[in-house]
Protein backbone atom coordinates (compact mmCIF):
# COMPACT_ATOMS: atom_id res chain seq x y z
CA UNK A 1 0.00 0.00 0.00
CA UNK A 2 1.40 3.41 -1.20
CA UNK A 3 2.22 5.63 2.20
CA UNK A 4 1.47 9.41 1.57
CA UNK A 5 4.40 11.53 2.28
CA UNK A 6 4.68 13.05 5.83
CA UNK A 7 5.26 17.10 6.20
CA UNK A 8 1.22 18.06 5.81
CA UNK A 9 -0.01 20.96 6.85
CA UNK A 10 -1.17 21.68 10.57
CA UNK A 11 -4.48 20.04 11.29
CA UNK A 12 -4.70 18.25 7.93
CA UNK A 13 -6.71 15.06 7.51
CA UNK A 14 -7.53 12.81 5.16
CA UNK A 15 -11.01 11.80 4.25
CA UNK A 16 -12.42 8.54 5.68
CA UNK A 17 -12.10 6.08 2.42
CA UNK A 18 -13.13 3.04 4.49
CA UNK A 19 -17.16 1.31 3.94
CA UNK A 20 -19.73 2.36 6.81
CA UNK A 21 -19.97 0.19 10.15
CA UNK A 22 -21.30 -3.72 9.16
CA UNK A 23 -19.94 -5.90 7.23
CA UNK A 24 -18.05 -5.05 3.64
CA UNK A 25 -19.35 -6.58 0.33
CA UNK A 26 -23.13 -5.19 -0.98
CA UNK A 27 -24.20 -2.53 -0.17
CA UNK A 28 -20.98 -2.00 2.38
CA UNK A 29 -18.13 -2.32 -0.60
CA UNK A 30 -14.95 0.21 0.42
CA UNK A 31 -11.63 0.56 -0.37
CA UNK A 32 -9.03 0.09 2.17
CA UNK A 33 -8.05 3.71 4.51
CA UNK A 34 -4.94 5.43 3.61
CA UNK A 35 -2.53 6.66 5.84
CA UNK A 36 -2.90 10.58 6.84
CA UNK A 37 0.39 12.45 6.50
CA UNK A 38 2.35 13.89 9.15
CA UNK A 39 0.79 17.37 9.92
CA UNK A 40 2.98 18.75 12.23
CA UNK A 41 6.57 18.62 11.64
CA UNK A 42 7.44 18.26 15.38
CA UNK A 43 8.40 14.31 16.56
CA UNK A 44 7.36 12.38 19.60
CA UNK A 45 11.11 11.45 21.06
CA UNK A 46 9.73 8.06 22.76
CA UNK A 47 7.70 6.86 19.86
CA UNK A 48 10.53 8.47 17.14
CA UNK A 49 7.77 8.86 14.76
CA UNK A 50 5.93 12.33 14.31
CA UNK A 51 3.42 13.58 16.73
CA UNK A 52 0.11 13.80 15.15
CA UNK A 53 -1.46 17.10 16.68
CA UNK A 54 -4.80 17.83 17.33
CA UNK A 55 -6.88 17.38 14.01
CA UNK A 56 -8.91 19.85 12.99
CA UNK A 57 -12.32 19.93 14.73
CA UNK A 58 -15.36 18.39 12.09
CA UNK A 59 -18.66 19.07 11.70
CA UNK A 60 -20.75 17.13 14.63
CA UNK A 61 -22.50 15.42 11.75
CA UNK A 62 -19.28 13.86 10.39
CA UNK A 63 -18.19 12.40 13.28
CA UNK A 64 -21.28 11.36 14.89
CA UNK A 65 -20.33 7.53 15.68
CA UNK A 66 -22.56 5.87 12.31
CA UNK A 67 -25.17 3.24 13.86
CA UNK A 68 -25.06 -0.36 13.07
CA UNK A 69 -27.71 -1.85 10.70
CA UNK A 70 -29.89 -4.43 12.27
CA UNK A 71 -29.03 -8.02 12.21
CA UNK A 72 -25.16 -7.52 12.75
CA UNK A 73 -23.97 -8.87 15.99
CA UNK A 74 -23.73 -6.72 18.54
CA UNK A 75 -26.36 -4.14 17.26
CA UNK A 76 -28.54 -2.87 20.15
CA UNK A 77 -32.45 -3.17 19.56
CA UNK A 78 -33.62 0.54 19.50
CA UNK A 79 -34.69 1.31 16.44
CA UNK A 80 -32.79 3.38 13.69
CA UNK A 81 -35.74 6.01 13.93
CA UNK A 82 -35.34 6.27 17.44
CA UNK A 83 -31.98 6.38 17.41
CA UNK A 84 -32.17 9.70 14.63
CA UNK A 85 -34.67 11.28 16.91
CA UNK A 86 -32.40 11.22 19.60
CA UNK A 87 -29.64 12.53 17.79
CA UNK A 88 -31.33 15.23 16.02
CA UNK A 89 -32.53 16.76 19.62
CA UNK A 90 -29.22 16.52 20.68
CA UNK A 91 -27.92 18.32 17.27
CA UNK A 92 -29.40 20.86 16.06
CA UNK A 93 -27.40 20.31 12.56
CA UNK A 94 -28.52 16.97 12.31
CA UNK A 95 -32.83 17.65 12.52
CA UNK A 96 -32.08 20.36 10.26
CA UNK A 97 -30.72 17.53 7.79
CA UNK A 98 -33.05 15.00 8.51
CA UNK A 99 -35.84 17.89 7.21
CA UNK A 100 -34.40 18.02 4.11
CA UNK A 101 -33.85 14.44 3.42
CA UNK A 102 -37.52 13.71 4.14
CA UNK A 103 -38.79 13.91 0.45
CA UNK A 104 -35.88 11.90 -0.74
CA UNK A 105 -36.76 9.08 1.94
CA UNK A 106 -39.59 8.48 0.44
CA UNK A 107 -38.18 7.13 -2.43
CA UNK A 108 -37.37 2.95 -2.76
CA UNK A 109 -33.61 2.24 -4.05
CA UNK A 110 -33.71 1.11 -7.35
CA UNK A 111 -32.36 -2.12 -5.60
CA UNK A 112 -35.18 -3.00 -3.37
CA UNK A 113 -37.78 -1.94 -6.83
CA UNK A 114 -35.69 -5.02 -8.68
CA UNK A 115 -36.20 -6.97 -6.11
CA UNK A 116 -39.91 -6.39 -6.13
CA UNK A 117 -41.64 -5.25 -9.80
CA UNK A 118 -44.98 -4.62 -7.38
CA UNK A 119 -42.97 -1.54 -6.55
CA UNK A 120 -43.22 0.57 -9.36
CA UNK A 121 -47.05 1.29 -8.21
CA UNK A 122 -45.68 3.26 -5.21
CA UNK A 123 -43.05 4.84 -7.30
CA UNK A 124 -46.42 6.40 -9.75
CA UNK A 125 -48.55 7.39 -6.55
CA UNK A 126 -45.13 9.10 -5.68
CA UNK A 127 -44.82 10.92 -8.77
CA UNK A 128 -48.60 12.00 -8.68
CA UNK A 129 -48.16 12.92 -5.59
CA UNK A 130 -45.48 15.73 -6.61
CA UNK A 131 -47.44 16.73 -9.87
CA UNK A 132 -50.43 17.50 -7.07
CA UNK A 133 -48.42 18.99 -4.79
CA UNK A 134 -47.02 21.13 -8.06
CA UNK A 135 -50.55 22.00 -8.99
CA UNK A 136 -52.21 22.78 -5.20
CA UNK A 137 -48.83 25.35 -4.89
CA UNK A 138 -49.40 27.04 -8.18
CA UNK A 139 -52.89 27.53 -7.51
CA UNK A 140 -52.51 29.17 -3.85
CA UNK A 141 -50.00 31.55 -5.11
CA UNK A 142 -52.91 32.15 -8.16
CA UNK A 143 -55.37 32.37 -5.22
CA UNK A 144 -52.98 34.65 -3.47
CA UNK A 145 -52.85 37.12 -5.97
CA UNK A 146 -56.41 36.99 -6.76
CA UNK A 147 -56.65 38.56 -2.86
CA UNK A 148 -54.70 41.16 -3.53
CA UNK A 149 -56.88 42.20 -6.05
CA UNK A 150 -60.76 43.55 -4.99
CA UNK A 151 -63.02 41.12 -5.21
CA UNK A 152 -66.55 42.48 -5.78
CA UNK A 153 -70.20 41.64 -6.69
CA UNK A 154 -72.85 43.99 -8.07
CA UNK A 155 -76.22 43.05 -5.98
CA UNK A 156 -79.49 45.62 -5.79
CA UNK A 157 -79.64 47.44 -1.94
CA UNK A 158 -83.82 47.63 -1.49
CA UNK A 159 -84.04 50.83 0.05
CA UNK A 160 -87.42 51.97 2.13
CA UNK A 161 -88.70 54.89 2.91
CA UNK A 162 -91.40 55.30 5.25
CA UNK A 163 -93.15 57.64 7.64
CA UNK A 164 -95.90 57.44 10.17
CA UNK A 165 -97.80 60.44 11.91
CA UNK A 166 -98.90 60.77 15.09
CA UNK A 167 -102.05 63.13 15.52
CA UNK A 168 -102.22 65.71 18.22
CA UNK A 169 -104.01 64.66 21.98
CA UNK A 170 -105.65 67.24 23.40
CA UNK A 171 -105.88 65.20 26.79
CA UNK A 172 -102.41 63.99 26.74
CA UNK A 173 -100.91 65.15 29.82
CA UNK A 174 -97.39 64.78 28.04
CA UNK A 175 -96.10 67.85 26.16
CA UNK A 176 -94.56 65.69 23.31
CA UNK A 177 -98.63 64.16 22.49
CA UNK A 178 -100.63 66.91 22.75
CA UNK A 179 -98.41 68.37 19.69
CA UNK A 180 -98.63 66.52 16.16
CA UNK A 181 -95.83 64.74 14.73
CA UNK A 182 -94.42 62.74 12.55
CA UNK A 183 -91.53 59.87 12.75
CA UNK A 184 -89.66 59.49 8.93
CA UNK A 185 -87.82 55.92 8.66
CA UNK A 186 -85.20 55.38 6.57
CA UNK A 187 -84.12 51.38 6.18
CA UNK A 188 -82.83 48.80 3.48
CA UNK A 189 -81.70 45.16 2.66
CA UNK A 190 -79.94 43.51 0.32
CA UNK A 191 -81.88 41.05 -1.99
CA UNK A 192 -81.00 37.56 -2.26
CA UNK A 193 -78.29 37.68 0.18
CA UNK A 194 -76.31 34.27 1.28
CA UNK A 195 -74.84 35.74 3.22
CA UNK A 196 -74.49 34.34 6.58
CA UNK A 197 -73.92 37.51 8.83
CA UNK A 198 -75.79 40.17 7.59
CA UNK A 199 -74.71 43.29 6.75
CA UNK A 200 -76.25 46.79 8.76
CA UNK A 201 -78.06 49.31 6.34
CA UNK A 202 -75.50 52.08 7.51
CA UNK A 203 -72.23 50.17 6.69
CA UNK A 204 -73.05 50.55 2.73
CA UNK A 205 -72.89 54.62 3.18
CA UNK A 206 -70.07 57.23 3.99
CA UNK A 207 -72.94 59.66 4.81
CA UNK A 208 -76.94 60.31 4.78
CA UNK A 209 -78.32 63.79 4.59
CA UNK A 210 -81.84 64.79 4.65
CA UNK A 211 -83.49 68.24 3.80
CA UNK A 212 -86.74 69.35 4.82
CA UNK A 213 -89.10 71.99 3.75
CA UNK A 214 -86.97 75.22 4.43
CA UNK A 215 -89.51 77.41 4.83
CA UNK A 216 -91.71 74.89 7.29
CA UNK A 217 -88.56 73.95 9.68
CA UNK A 218 -86.31 77.30 9.48
CA UNK A 219 -82.69 77.50 8.15
CA UNK A 220 -81.38 76.49 11.31
CA UNK A 221 -83.40 73.42 11.61
CA UNK A 222 -83.70 71.80 7.84
CA UNK A 223 -81.13 69.47 7.71
CA UNK A 224 -80.36 66.30 9.41
CA UNK A 225 -76.89 64.79 8.66
CA UNK A 226 -75.09 61.31 9.13
CA UNK A 227 -71.58 60.69 8.44
CA UNK A 228 -69.29 57.72 9.16
CA UNK A 229 -66.18 57.92 11.75
CA UNK A 230 -64.00 55.89 12.97
CA UNK A 231 -65.63 55.03 15.90
CA UNK A 232 -68.92 55.00 14.34
CA UNK A 233 -71.49 51.90 15.29
CA UNK A 234 -73.74 50.20 12.38
CA UNK A 235 -77.48 50.84 12.34
CA UNK A 236 -79.75 49.07 10.46
CA UNK A 237 -81.84 51.97 9.85
CA UNK A 238 -82.28 55.70 10.54
CA UNK A 239 -85.31 57.81 12.08
CA UNK A 240 -86.12 61.47 11.88
CA UNK A 241 -88.87 62.70 14.01
CA UNK A 242 -90.27 66.37 13.86
CA UNK A 243 -93.10 68.25 14.88
CA UNK A 244 -95.77 68.70 12.30
CA UNK A 245 -99.36 68.23 10.90
CA UNK A 246 -98.87 69.13 7.18
CA UNK A 247 -97.14 67.23 3.96
CA UNK A 248 -93.31 67.75 3.90
CA UNK A 249 -91.27 67.66 1.05
CA UNK A 250 -88.19 66.13 1.79
CA UNK A 251 -84.65 65.19 -0.41
CA UNK A 252 -82.41 62.56 0.32
CA UNK A 253 -78.63 62.65 -0.26
CA UNK A 254 -76.99 59.34 -0.11
CA UNK A 255 -73.09 59.03 -0.79
CA UNK A 256 -72.06 55.05 -0.95
CA UNK A 257 -69.03 53.81 1.00
CA UNK A 258 -66.92 52.40 -2.00
CA UNK A 259 -64.02 50.08 -1.32
CA UNK A 260 -61.40 50.79 -2.79
CA UNK A 261 -62.56 54.80 -3.32
CA UNK A 262 -64.19 55.88 -6.47
CA UNK A 263 -63.98 59.14 -7.70
CA UNK A 264 -65.57 60.80 -10.71
CA UNK A 265 -64.11 61.89 -14.04
CA UNK A 266 -63.72 65.40 -15.44
CA UNK A 267 -66.11 65.92 -18.16
CA UNK A 268 -63.77 66.41 -20.62
CA UNK A 269 -61.78 62.84 -19.36
CA UNK A 270 -65.20 61.15 -18.92
CA UNK A 271 -66.56 61.57 -22.69
CA UNK A 272 -62.65 60.78 -23.71
CA UNK A 273 -62.58 57.68 -22.01
CA UNK A 274 -66.29 56.78 -21.38
CA UNK A 275 -66.31 56.37 -17.94
CA UNK A 276 -68.10 58.29 -15.39
CA UNK A 277 -66.80 56.74 -12.08
CA UNK A 278 -64.43 54.29 -11.57
CA UNK A 279 -61.39 53.53 -9.05
CA UNK A 280 -57.96 55.45 -9.83
CA UNK A 281 -56.09 52.10 -10.76
CA UNK A 282 -58.96 51.56 -13.69
CA UNK A 283 -58.73 55.41 -14.35
CA UNK A 284 -54.85 54.62 -14.97
CA UNK A 285 -55.63 51.27 -17.07
CA UNK A 286 -57.98 52.83 -19.36
CA UNK A 287 -55.77 55.75 -20.16
CA UNK A 288 -53.49 53.38 -21.00
CA UNK A 289 -55.62 51.79 -23.32
CA UNK A 290 -56.31 54.70 -24.72
CA UNK A 291 -52.44 55.53 -25.21
CA UNK A 292 -51.77 52.10 -27.05
CA UNK A 293 -55.08 52.52 -29.02
CA UNK A 294 -53.71 55.01 -30.66
CA UNK A 295 -50.01 54.53 -30.44
CA UNK A 296 -49.34 58.11 -28.69
CA UNK A 297 -45.89 56.17 -27.39
CA UNK A 298 -42.98 58.16 -28.27
CA UNK A 299 -41.05 55.37 -30.36
CA UNK A 300 -37.40 56.54 -29.62
CA UNK A 301 -38.19 57.39 -25.63
CA UNK A 302 -40.58 55.17 -24.56
CA UNK A 303 -41.81 57.20 -21.45
CA UNK A 304 -42.92 59.82 -23.03
CA UNK A 305 -46.40 60.17 -24.47
CA UNK A 306 -47.04 62.16 -27.57
CA UNK A 307 -50.28 64.15 -26.66
CA UNK A 308 -53.46 64.32 -29.31
CA UNK A 309 -55.50 67.26 -29.59
CA UNK A 310 -57.46 65.46 -26.76
CA UNK A 311 -55.08 65.15 -24.48
CA UNK A 312 -53.69 68.55 -24.70
CA UNK A 313 -57.02 69.89 -24.03
CA UNK A 314 -57.05 67.84 -20.66
CA UNK A 315 -53.52 68.08 -19.80
CA UNK A 316 -52.47 71.11 -21.01
CA UNK A 317 -48.73 69.68 -22.58
CA UNK A 318 -48.19 68.97 -25.79
CA UNK A 319 -45.91 66.07 -24.23
CA UNK A 320 -45.78 64.21 -20.94
CA UNK A 321 -44.49 61.25 -19.51
CA UNK A 322 -46.90 58.41 -18.31
CA UNK A 323 -45.54 58.11 -14.49
CA UNK A 324 -46.81 62.10 -14.79
CA UNK A 325 -50.24 61.13 -15.08
CA UNK A 326 -51.05 60.03 -11.72
CA UNK A 327 -49.83 63.51 -10.51
CA UNK A 328 -51.95 65.14 -13.20
CA UNK A 329 -55.07 63.50 -12.51
CA UNK A 330 -55.37 64.57 -8.95
CA UNK A 331 -57.44 67.77 -10.76
CA UNK A 332 -59.48 65.88 -12.55
CA UNK A 333 -61.50 63.39 -10.29
CA UNK A 334 -63.98 65.11 -8.42
CA UNK A 335 -65.86 63.06 -5.54
CA UNK A 336 -68.78 60.71 -7.02
CA UNK A 337 -72.47 62.32 -6.97
CA UNK A 338 -74.80 61.02 -4.13
CA UNK A 339 -77.77 59.37 -4.97
CA UNK A 340 -80.96 61.80 -4.78
CA UNK A 341 -84.56 60.70 -4.31
CA UNK A 342 -86.92 63.72 -3.28
CA UNK A 343 -89.73 62.28 -0.82
CA UNK A 344 -93.20 63.12 0.54
CA UNK A 345 -93.78 62.35 3.80
CA UNK A 346 -97.41 62.49 3.99
CA UNK A 347 -99.83 63.10 7.44
CA UNK A 348 -103.39 62.00 5.83
CA UNK A 349 -104.20 59.06 7.28
CA UNK A 350 -106.24 58.01 4.78
CA UNK A 351 -102.85 57.32 2.37
CA UNK A 352 -101.95 53.82 2.92
CA UNK A 353 -99.33 54.38 0.41
CA UNK A 354 -96.84 55.88 2.84
CA UNK A 355 -94.25 53.12 2.22
CA UNK A 356 -91.74 54.07 -1.13
CA UNK A 357 -88.96 51.32 -1.80
CA UNK A 358 -85.72 51.91 -4.26
CA UNK A 359 -83.46 49.33 -5.63
CA UNK A 360 -79.55 50.52 -5.31
CA UNK A 361 -76.74 49.09 -6.87
CA UNK A 362 -73.93 48.37 -4.37
CA UNK A 363 -70.76 46.48 -4.58
CA UNK A 364 -69.89 43.51 -1.69
CA UNK A 365 -67.57 41.20 -1.45
CA UNK A 366 -67.16 38.36 -3.63
CA UNK A 367 -68.39 35.20 -1.19
CA UNK A 368 -65.49 33.27 -3.18
CA UNK A 369 -63.12 35.71 -1.62
CA UNK A 370 -63.79 34.59 2.21
CA UNK A 371 -63.58 30.90 0.96
CA UNK A 372 -60.26 31.59 -0.68
CA UNK A 373 -58.90 32.90 2.41
CA UNK A 374 -60.01 29.85 4.48
CA UNK A 375 -58.77 27.64 1.90
CA UNK A 376 -55.25 29.60 2.21
CA UNK A 377 -55.93 29.82 6.46
CA UNK A 378 -57.29 26.37 6.79
CA UNK A 379 -54.92 23.52 8.56
CA UNK A 380 -57.42 20.57 9.12
CA UNK A 381 -55.73 18.25 6.55
CA UNK A 382 -52.24 19.72 6.78
CA UNK A 383 -51.92 16.79 10.33
CA UNK A 384 -53.64 14.11 8.66
CA UNK A 385 -51.13 14.25 5.78
CA UNK A 386 -48.12 15.14 8.16
CA UNK A 387 -49.34 11.51 10.14
CA UNK A 388 -49.41 9.76 6.80
CA UNK A 389 -45.94 11.20 5.74
CA UNK A 390 -44.29 10.26 8.66
CA UNK A 391 -45.84 6.57 8.45
CA UNK A 392 -44.98 6.38 4.79
CA UNK A 393 -41.07 7.41 6.02
CA UNK A 394 -41.12 4.97 8.76
CA UNK A 395 -42.56 2.17 6.71
CA UNK A 396 -39.87 2.55 4.05
CA UNK A 397 -37.52 3.40 6.43
CA UNK A 398 -38.27 -0.44 7.72
CA UNK A 399 -38.22 -2.08 4.17
CA UNK A 400 -34.45 -0.35 3.79
CA UNK A 401 -33.48 -1.64 7.36
CA UNK A 402 -34.85 -5.49 5.70
CA UNK A 403 -32.81 -5.24 2.88
CA UNK A 404 -29.64 -4.52 5.03
CA UNK A 405 -30.36 -7.75 6.89
CA UNK A 406 -31.14 -9.73 3.62
CA UNK A 407 -28.01 -8.93 2.13
CA UNK A 408 -26.04 -9.24 5.02
CA UNK A 409 -27.83 -13.05 5.11
CA UNK A 410 -26.86 -13.45 1.50
CA UNK A 411 -22.91 -12.34 1.95
CA UNK A 412 -22.68 -14.50 4.80
CA UNK A 413 -24.07 -17.43 3.31
CA UNK A 414 -21.92 -17.53 0.04
CA UNK A 415 -18.69 -17.13 2.35
CA UNK A 416 -18.76 -17.00 5.76
CA UNK A 417 -15.16 -17.49 6.81
CA UNK A 418 -13.81 -14.24 4.30
CA UNK A 419 -17.08 -12.55 4.83
CA UNK A 420 -16.15 -12.93 8.79
CA UNK A 421 -12.64 -11.60 8.11
CA UNK A 422 -13.55 -8.46 5.86
CA UNK A 423 -16.36 -7.45 7.84
CA UNK A 424 -14.09 -7.20 11.00
CA UNK A 425 -11.77 -4.79 8.76
CA UNK A 426 -14.42 -2.79 8.64
CA UNK A 427 -15.04 -2.56 11.99
CA UNK A 428 -11.08 -1.82 12.80
CA UNK A 429 -11.42 0.85 10.31
CA UNK A 430 -14.62 2.19 11.96
CA UNK A 431 -13.36 1.96 15.51
CA UNK A 432 -9.90 3.90 14.51
CA UNK A 433 -12.42 6.61 12.55
CA UNK A 434 -14.24 6.71 15.86
CA UNK A 435 -11.39 7.00 18.37
CA UNK A 436 -9.37 9.44 16.19
CA UNK A 437 -6.32 7.26 15.63
CA UNK A 438 -4.32 8.43 12.13
CA UNK A 439 -1.47 5.61 12.12
CA UNK A 440 -1.70 2.30 12.66
CA UNK A 441 -0.27 0.59 15.96
CA UNK A 442 0.25 -2.83 14.69
CA UNK A 443 3.07 -1.39 11.73
CA UNK A 444 4.73 0.99 13.57
CA UNK A 445 5.37 -1.35 16.21
CA UNK A 446 7.89 -3.62 13.19
CA UNK A 447 11.37 -2.08 12.35
CA UNK A 448 10.42 -2.14 8.92
CA UNK A 449 8.00 1.12 9.49
CA UNK A 450 11.41 3.52 10.07
CA UNK A 451 13.33 2.41 7.25
CA UNK A 452 11.20 4.09 4.91
CA UNK A 453 12.79 6.82 2.45
CA UNK A 454 10.19 9.39 4.89
CA UNK A 455 12.13 8.59 7.87
CA UNK A 456 15.42 10.36 7.22
CA UNK A 457 13.70 13.84 6.63
CA UNK A 458 11.39 13.28 9.85
CA UNK A 459 13.94 12.95 11.71
CA UNK A 460 15.73 15.81 9.92
CA UNK A 461 12.76 18.14 10.96
CA UNK A 462 12.66 16.92 14.16
CA UNK A 463 16.10 18.46 15.68
CA UNK A 464 15.57 21.62 13.31
CA UNK A 465 12.40 21.98 15.38
CA UNK A 466 13.84 21.50 18.33
CA UNK A 467 17.15 23.79 17.86
CA UNK A 468 14.12 26.46 17.05
CA UNK A 469 12.41 25.59 20.06
CA UNK A 470 15.95 25.65 22.35
CA UNK A 471 17.24 29.15 20.45
CA UNK A 472 13.11 31.07 21.19
CA UNK A 473 13.76 29.63 25.02
CA UNK A 474 17.48 31.78 24.98
CA UNK A 475 16.27 34.92 23.36
CA UNK A 476 12.98 34.67 26.00
CA UNK A 477 15.85 34.27 28.88
CA UNK A 478 18.20 36.73 27.73
CA UNK A 479 15.64 39.55 26.82
CA UNK A 480 14.49 38.76 30.81
CA UNK A 481 18.18 39.53 32.09
CA UNK A 482 18.72 42.30 30.06
CA UNK A 483 15.49 44.32 31.31
Not at 249 to 261: A, E, G, I, N, S
Amino acid sequence: MERKRPGMTSGARMPHQGAPMGPPGPPFGGTPPIRPGMPNPAMDPIRKRPTPTPPVQAPPVQNRPRKKPLGFPGANDISARQMDLREAQSDPAIGTNAKRRKMADKILPQRIRELVPESQAYMDLLAFERKLDQTIMRKRVDIQEALKRPMKQKRKLRLYISNTFNPAKPDSEDSEGSIASWELRVEGKLLEDPGKQKRKFSSFFKSLVIELDKDLYGPDNHIVEWHRTPTTQETDGFQVKRPGDVNVRCTLLLMLDYQPPQFKLDPRLARLLGIHTQTRSCIIQALWQYVKTNKLQDSHEKEYINCDKYFQQIFDCPRLKFCEIPQRLTNLLLPPDPIVINHVISVDPNDHKKTACYDIDVEVDDPLKTQMSGFLLSTANQQEIASLDNKIHETIESINQLKIQRDFMLSFSRDPKGYIQDWICSQNRDLKLMTDVVENPEEERRAEFYNQPWSQEAVSRYFYCKIQQRRQELEQALAMRTT
